[in-house]
């Protein structure tokens, strides 16, 4: 099978080639940048909606909500693909854990933490993820970024925290507790999706992901729709929630896996560094909240260490070597 993602020439960063059982990710990544920024995008509005809707709807019911719109969603999807769809026994580990990543600790941990700050706050403090994403991709997907992309990594780091002390006034909140929790869980969540993507594709894998768990999310949303003391909902919040539910869950997290699969977990994921200048952006437009000037000295250094952590080759390791996630979900072979 061809492999457009991967070439085997010498290791442009070292002398010496690429080291014994390490191949480098090649850099034509733009189809992985294009995806991934729509993804990225779709997430920036996450807080915001969430602002919106979890007032009325509780973080419970959107967070399960969430998932059995999604699972819905997915299962229509399913049925539309042609060719192989059903994942390997070994691939349903990396599976769930997409799903508790992203669908369950995620959203539910950022719905806890935006009843007591900002949107914008947490948008800012939510910039960290793209660092828990890079480490995780060493740890679990086999990538091996050169040393330049964790200095880009870190700086574009240490500005969006110096940004969140700033909006913060020097000190941290509890909320940022659970703003902590929604960042692992969200590394983690990319970085499984991104090592079942590579061979059964971005949309399978978020598909399967959903399904999986549908089933324990209806049983919590009963229970926690009964218990609850409802009151009217107005329309800007049902907008929020479809947002939330449909844009974010589902079409954005399709797009977002399906980058990562196609230019590398570590890389692709940095463009998530952006994300909280985005969700700033909606913040001020929809919510009235404040944008202040470090926000826009802070957006041009992020800018910047995005741009040299895309550029930046990354190696893989052979036994997590990438395939081209794209033939692999078009042809349904693996």
């Not at 700086?155 to 020097?170: D, H, I, N, P």
């Amino acid at each position: 099978m061809r492999k457009a993602t991967e070439t085997t020439r010498p290791y442009r960063d070292s002398p010496f080639g690429a080291p014994k059982g390490l191949r480098e990710i090649s850099p034509h990544w733009a189809a992985g940048v294009l995806l991934g920024g729509l993804g990225m995008l779709a997430f920036s509005g996450t807080l915001p909606a969430t602002r919106i809707a979890v007032p009325f709807f509780g973080p419970t019911v959107l967070t399960c909500s969430r998932i059995l719109i999604a699972a819905g969603l997915s299962a229509i999807t399913l049925l539309l693909i042609s060719g192989r769809c059903v994942p390997r026994r070994d691939q349903f580990v990396g599976i769930a854990w997409t799903g508790i990543g992203i669908a369950v600790g995620y959203p539910l941990f950022v719905a806890l933490a935006v009843e007591g700050v900002p949107a914008s706050h947490g948008a800012v403090v939510i910039g960290l993820t793209p660092a828990a994403t890079a480490i995780f991709s060493v740890l679990r997907a086999g990538e091996r970024p050169p040393l330049r992309f964790w200095l880009a990594c870190g700086t574009g780091v240490l500005a969006v925290g110096l940004f969140a002390l700033w909006e913060g006034g020097g000190r941290i909140v509890p909320a940022d507790g659970w703003l902590a929790a929604a960042i692992l869980s969200a590394g983690i969540g990319y970085v499984e999706g991104g090592r079942v993507s590579r061979e059964l594709g971005g949309t399978v894998t978020l598909c399967w992901a959903m399904i999986l768990l549908a089933p324990l999310a209806g049983g919590i949303l009963i229970g926690a729709a009964l218990s609850r003391a409802w009151s009217p909902v107005p329309w800007e919040a049902w907008t929020g929630f479809g947002y939330a539910c449909v844009i974010s869950m589902f079409l954005g997290s399709v797009a977002w896996y399906k980058g990562l699969a196609a230019g590398g977990i570590a890389r692709i994921g940095q463009i998530n560094l952006i994300q909280p200048l985005c969700a700033l952006i909606w913040s001020a437009l929809l919510l009235g909240e404040k944008v202040s000037w470090p926000f826009f000295a802070t957006s041009i250094v992020v800018l910047f260490s995005m741009a040299i952590c895309l550029r930046s080759r990354v190696r893989v390791t052979d036994r997590d070597r990438r395939v081209d996630a794209g033939e692999q979900e078009n042809a349904g072979r693996p």
